[in-house]
């Protein structure tokens, strides 16, 4: 499996902040986080449930639902989904740097009560760069991303 790299920091206006940030990759999404929100809970099972038997093409698909990619939302997904209950992706504290499966990663970011959250797409040909920009109130968080 080709690896990518994400390097994450935080910032309070311009001063660097330790942030607590939640990375849910392919890996952890195939587990049964159909939401992706770092969290396999009983919302990632209704989604499953709102799929169910669903392909491609059919009003109720989710491609996030088919977690073992078959084309088919099945008893299996459901099952994955089930026997994870519980999981959170793994948790980071910024600044951090780490090496993720290609593909779409979804980071959360959390500092003091705000959250952020950031999609990518991660190659081996590149590094990311996120970083996670809070204010003192809670207005104008937003996140960067820096292609290297």
Known sequence: MEMGTINCKARLYIFPVKAIVKVADEEF?????????????????????????SRPGDPNWNPDADLDGDGYVDVR???????????????????????????????ISTYRGQQIREELTVTE?????????????GYLTRSKVIES
């Open 77 to 107: 997904d459901i099952v994955t989904c089930a026997q994870n209950q519980g999981l959170v992706a793994p948790e980071y504290v910024t600044p951090f740097t780490i090496e993720v499966p290609e593909g779409r990663v979804v980071l």
């Open 29 to 53: 999404h195939r587990k049964g986080d159909v939401n992706w929100d770092g969290v396999i809970d009983e919302e990632d099972l209704n989604l499953l449930r709102e799929a169910y038997g």
């Open 125 to 137: 040909a590149n590094t990311k760069t996120v970083v996670f920009i809070y204010s003192l109130l």
